[in-house]
């Protein structure tokens, strides 16, 4: 069984909408949950950041982490086609003298005009 | 991300052969990373290094190595290519005692 668990879509909505993506993970040594957007051809770069459960938001990107679930969402508000993207959860815990992260498969999101 | 540089951009080579993957940054991170990326899969962690002289294996190291020329440098060989490692490689670099991990444009290499 994977540590972290995310459905790897595609996911496709028209402009506007409004996404919701998921990763499920088991084990509670994890501290701190992130989200990273991947366009096509380039690296992942950092989008949310948190270490606590509950919601964190940041424009039209809203983070949540329920830890007693061991789940974690990210919500796009108003979609834009320029968020389409390969949305990869990762989380962190302390192995070997830092923080390790492990990525989960990356959800492929399209919105279309 | 043009602060982390990663040479080439894509390779086609054959079984046995040995490829050498580049990587640069121009962060001053202490921390790297070499990942790979297959569909599926998401990234996995090859090997890392905390300093020039610290240097980690990762949850798949088999059948590469690395080397840490500088704070600013490192590489990823493969000794003898084989085909299952075709895949997407990331270098990446972070800071230390952060999480936040920043990534280079990567290389496709297609072992045939």
């Known amino acids: 069984q994977k540590e972290v668990e995310q459905d790897p879509g595609p996911l496709s909505v028209p402009e506007g909408a409004i996404v919701s993506l998921n990763c499920t993970y088991s084990?509670?040594?994890?501290?701190?949950f992130m989200w990273y957007r991947q366009y096509s051809r380039k690296g992942p770069e950092l989008l949310m950041y948190?270490?606590?459960?509950g919601n964190k938001e940041d424009g039209r990107f809203t983070a949540q982490v329920d830890k007693s679930s061991k789940y974690i969402s990210l919500f796009i508000r108003d979609s834009q086609p320029s968020d389409s993207a390969t949305y990869l959860c990762?989380?962190?815990?302390?192995?070997?003298?830092?923080?390790?992260?492990?990525f989960g498969a990356g959800t492929r999101l399209a919105v279309h005009p | 991300d043009a602060d982390v540089t990663q040479t080439p951009r894509n390779r086609i080579t054959k079984t046995g052969k040995r490829i050498m993957l580049e990587c640069s940054q121009t962060?001053?991170?202490?921390?790297m990373y070499w990942y790979r990326q297959d569909p599926g899969l998401g990234l996995r962690l090859i090997y890392y290094?905390?300093?020039?002289?610290?240097?980690n294996k990762g949850e798949i190291s088999d059948g590469y190595s690395v080397s840490r020329q500088a704070q600013a440098k490192f590489s990823l060989s493969l000794e003898s290519a084989i085909p299952n490692q075709t895949a997407l490689y990331f270098c990446?670099?972070?800071?230390?005692?952060?999480?936040?991990?920043?990534f280079g444009p990567g290389t496709r290499l297609t072992v045939l």
């Open positions: 990446a670099t972070s800071e230390l005692e952060r999480d936040e991990q920043f």
């Open positions: 084990n509670s040594a994890f501290q701190y």
């Open positions: 948190t270490y606590s459960s």
């Open positions: 990762a989380m962190s815990k302390h192995s070997g003298g830092y923080n390790k992260l492990i």
């Open positions: 962060k001053g991170h202490d921390r």
């Open positions: 290094s905390f300093d020039v002289k610290d240097i």
